[in-house]
């Protein structure tokens, strides 16, 4: 697949121009020219904002000695055996520090200049393109989705490329639209002391979901990839709603999973 072909699946699914928020799969397509540098080409030549999570847990999230105990919230426990150490380095938004499983779009992201990173250090989003600082801008520790709110107000759309809705970050904007407080982890503050930051919970349910979306999404084939495109502002009121109706359709089915469990029961409880 070229850059080409690329630019012209995003204007004849109607994306050009427009903010998107990408969860992608880059060997969904197959090869790709230029690989994922292409795809990133691509929608900046088309005019669009590009949103990718580009989170960094595995390299900033700590846990509290002693711990910060906080009732349904969750995986980790209240008394974690070896609690993490405090990290070397403190994340700041400049840095292009990423998970390894975030995938090849998101990374290519982070190292094209002029991106912009939200300033939550363990669940970051990063934008490019004409709109990326309005993107980003409100995203904090305390205020993981605000990309995602600012997606959906700007007419945006979410993008799934060869990958299921249990990576539709927005969903968790949906869980806590329907009233579900969002989960507390903990980070290195920027004087390196330990501080609560907020964080969504299990994904792997979201998948359930697929029936109150469908309504609303389009589907096309771009090369291999199996493309579902969802227009924010509509996927998060049809899913918060169907959240409000049943808690549990987001639950991944493990009675074990803590976080399915607390998110049905409404999220931790906190202290103001």
């Keep these: 697949m070229t850059e080409a072909e690329l630019r012209n699946a995003i204007r004849r699914l109607g994306l050009a121009g427009r903010p998107v928020c990408v969860h992608a799969s880059l060997r969904s397509f197959g090869r790709v020219e230029g690989s994922a540098r292409s ?40 008394n974690p055996a070896s609690p993490r150490p405090v990290p070397t380095r403190i994340f700041t938004p400049d840095i292009n520090d990423i998970d390894a499983d975030m995938g090849a779009i998101p990374a290519a992201v982070l190292a094209t200049p002029g991106r912009v990173r939200g300033a939550h250090p363990l669940d970051s989003f990063a934008a490019i393109g004409p709109l990326a600082h309005a993107l980003v801008a409100g995203q904090d520790a305390h205020h993981p989705h605000a990309p995602l709110e600012a997606l959906a107000a700007a007419g945006g759309a979410v993008v799934l490329m060869g990958v299921g809705l249990e990576r539709m970050t927005l969903l968790h904007l949906a869980e806590h639209r329907a009233g579900r407080a969002m989960f507390v982890r903990w980070a290195a503050g920027p004087a390196g002391e330990i501080v609560r930051v907020r964080v969504g919970g299990c994904s792997e349910g979201f998948p359930r979901l697929a029936a109150v979306l469908a309504p609303i999404g389009v ?54």
């Design 39 to 78: 795809v990133v080409d691509a929608f900046l030549a088309e005019g669009c904002t590009l949103l990718v999570p580009t989170f960094s847990g595995a390299a900033f999230e700590v846990w509290p000695d002693p711990p910060d105990v906080i009732e349904r919230n969750g995986w980790p426990p209240a």
């Design 219 to 272: 589907e096309a084939m771009v090369g291999a990839s199996r493309w579902r495109i969802f227009p924010a502002a509509e996927a998060l009121d049809a899913a918060a709603d169907a959240i409000r109706a049943d808690p549990a359709i987001t639950h991944c089915g493990d009675p074990a999973c803590e976080r399915c469990n607390d998110a049905v029961r409404g999220g931790p409880l906190l202290d103001g």
